[in-house]
């Protein structure tokens, strides 16, 4: 019963720059691996737009507000665990430009800060372009091999095979830089960790590292179930409008933009859904983010392990009481949260 129970805790998380975030019943749990081996720990009872307003917690809605929260939460805590792991303080040594001196003294920081506000918004562009424009316009490519009717209608099919290979090989390629495979050496940490929670078992780094890092419920599962949610809703606009995806590429495209917040929607209430239910159904869906963790989770070492357990601790019990030893007889006894939006790991 306590690992049936342990599938609905409100325990979901984030890998970090040398570190970990938990969410919990406790808050939001912040712990990062110091320069001089100790680790920081912090713990966060923000609330959200979901405890403030009924409006963030209407079903679709909540999906996209989640989103937006969690993008900005996870930004954040991005570049504090770089600060505080002193990594940001070592590329900036390394990489620090004549040009960006420059910059920095004749027109001072400011200047520095609005350069990387445009910076954001080029990658967005080209993230826009790489995973949207670019598919549209390979597919393009086939209107000479393909007559006009059928093209329209494998449209959106032909386009979402091609985001997710597009997107599959980003991943790969960024899993080969050293840095960032640390960095999923630790989502396999947060991974394992909430696993040996949820299995009921006590939170100890030789208990942690049996379990598996590979997790239904993790991000990488949300963004191919928005992948392929975006080719089902893509094809039924198709099959609405049968020239919409060939008349126009700009208009195609802003189309696919607009509808891309009732995507996540759904993507996020499948994540809800997949959490609370175990069937074939949610097994299809599923399977494909789970593939994908073997490129976003890495094997982490017993020291990467030790950021995941104090991370879910804290976030279980508060920082005053981290350090006691969460045996299997408190884990039973520890009460569930079934009706959260925590579930995303």
Not at 13 to 18: C, D, F, S, T, V
Not at 51 to 67: C, E, W, Y
Not at 129 to 145: C, N
């Amino acid at each position: 019963m306590a690992k049936k129970e342990c599938k609905y805790s409100s325990v979901g998380g984030q890998a970090l720059i040398e570190g970990i975030v938990m969410k919990g019943p406790k808050g939001k749990a912040f712990c990062v691996r110091l320069p001089d081996g100790s680790i920081h720990k912090e713990l966060n009872k923000k609330k959200y737009l979901r405890d403030k307003t009924k409006i963030a917690n209407i079903p679709l809605i909540r999906g996209v507000i989640n989103f937006v929260e969690t993008l900005i939460d996870s930004y954040s805590d991005l570049m504090k665990s770089a600060e505080l792991s002193g990594l940001s303080e070592l590329e900036e040594a390394e990489n620090e430009s004549k040009l960006d001196k420059w910059i920095g003294d004749h027109f001072g920081k400011g200047m520095m800060t609005v350069i990387s506000v445009v910076s954001i918004i080029l990658s967005v562009c080209l993230s826009v372009g790489i995973f949207i424009y670019i598919p549209s316009l390979l597919v393009d490519l086939f209107d000479k091999y393909i007559t006009h009717d059928t093209l329209s209608k494998i449209h959106p099919l032909l386009e979402g095979i091609l985001r997710i290979i597009i997107f599959v090989l980003y991943m790969w390629i960024v899993s080969l830089q050293k840095d960032i495979k640390r960095v999923f050496m630790y989502h396999g940490a947060e991974h394992k960790s909430i696993f040996c929670y949820e299995n009921g078992l006590e939170l100890t780094v030789e208990n942690v590292r049996k379990q598996t890092r590979f997790h239904p419920r993790c991000g990488t599962s949300f963004i191919f179930v928005m992948l392929i949610l975006s080719i089902a809703v893509s094809s039924c606009l198709v099959l609405i409008f049968p020239n919409l995806a060939t008349v126009s590429r700009p208009l195609w495209i802003l189309v696919k933009l607009l509808v891309l917040p009732f995507v996540m929607g759904l993507g996020y209430e499948f994540i809800k859904y997949a959490a609370k239910h175990d069937n074939v159904f949610v097994s299809v869906l599923a399977a494909p983010g789970l593939w994908m963790q073997r490129i976003t989770t890495k094997e982490p070492t017993d020291d990467i392990i030790e950021v995941g357990i104090a991370s879910l601790k804290v976030a279980l019990y508060g920082l005053e009481d981290d350090k006691k030893d969460i045996s299997a007889e408190d884990i039973e006894l520890m009460p569930r949260f079934e009706d959260t939006d925590d579930e995303g790991i």
